[in-house]
């Protein structure tokens, strides 16, 4: 019985836990996804996370905003995947202040430690990759490992700063941006060199018929169950 509850608790835990899902694979049947989707956020993001640099767009991938949102534009007039849609990360600009409180280390969309739902970079370190922030919570600091600890999948993830698609709401000359080093998301002027890491909303790269690996998990439970039944019968 206790085997039999171990193996369900293991099923449930695997089919709710966000995952990564490879797409798009450079060869037939192979594991050099070269995107990945992100079943939580329900986007996809591109697994090189600096593309403008491996493709020579730009010598280190660390460009103005204005420039950043014009490198995208081209992954669509491209049909980079065969696809288009592509654009920075976005977060959710809850405040409008501006970030009036930059040492913040709790709660909030500026910060350290800040709500997970205002940003798809902060839910991406914090969330999926279970990276943590320079501060602790209460303001204390440094957290053990901060930073980009784990950089999942993905390649070329530097541990820098990157842009988001959203101006400040008051002031259009300053943008968000998420910085790996720290954990933080703030704002900064449009003209600072950052890198640039492309996504796109939904799966438009699933196989004809995916099959999740949360999904493809749970279902390995259940075989497992019917196995541990047999031998129990």
């Known amino acids: 019985m206790k085997i039999l509850t171990a193996i369900m608790l293991l099923a449930v835990s695997a089919a709710s836990q966000a995952a990564l899902i490879g797409r798009a694979p450079a060869t037939s049947g192979g594991t050099d996804y070269q995107a990945y989707w992100d079943d939580a956020l329900n986007i996809t993001w591109?697994?090189?996370?600096?593309?403008?640099?491996?493709?020579?767009?730009?010598?280190?991938g660390r460009m103005t905003w204005d420039n950043a949102m014009?490198?995208?534009g081209t992954l669509n007039t491209?049909?980079?995947?065969?696809?288009?849609?592509?654009?920075?990360?976005?977060?959710?600009?809850?405040?409008?202040?501006?970030?009036?409180?930059?040492?913040?280390?709790?709660?909030?969309?500026?910060?350290?430690?800040?709500?997970?739902?205002?940003?798809?970079?902060?839910?991406?370190?914090?969330?999926?990759?279970?990276?943590?922030?320079?501060?602790?919570?209460?303001?204390?600091?440094?957290?053990?490992?901060?930073?980009?600890?784990?950089?999942?999948?993905?390649?070329?993830?530097?541990?820098?700063?990157?842009?988001?698609?959203?101006?400040?709401?008051?002031?259009?000359?300053?943008?968000?941006?998420?910085?790996?080093?720290?954990?933080?998301?703030?704002?900064?002027g449009k003209s600072e060199l950052y890198h640039a890491w492309a996504v796109v909303d939904g799966d438009p790269l699933a196989a004809p018929v995916p099959v999740p690996a949360a999904v493809w998990l749970f279902g390995s439970a259940l075989g497992l169950l019917g196995w541990v039944r047999r031998r129990a019968g």
């Open 70 to 72: 014009t490198w995208v």
């Open 46 to 60: 591109l697994a090189d996370a600096n593309y403008a640099a491996t493709t020579n767009y730009d010598a280190d």
């Open 78 to 188: 491209s049909s980079l995947l065969n696809i288009t849609g592509w654009r920075l990360p976005t977060m959710i600009d809850v405040g409008n202040d501006g970030c009036a409180d930059p040492l913040n280390t709790s709660g909030g969309d500026c910060g350290y430690n800040i709500d997970t739902a205002n940003g798809e970079m902060v839910d991406m370190f914090y969330n999926t990759l279970g990276n943590v922030a320079f501060y602790y919570p209460n303001g204390s600091f440094p957290q053990p490992n901060f930073g980009l600890a784990n950089s999942g999948p993905f390649t070329n993830l530097i541990e820098f700063l990157y842009w988001t698609d959203s101006e400040v709401v008051t002031d259009t000359s300053s943008a968000w941006y998420f910085g790996f080093p720290s954990g933080a998301q703030r704002p900064n």
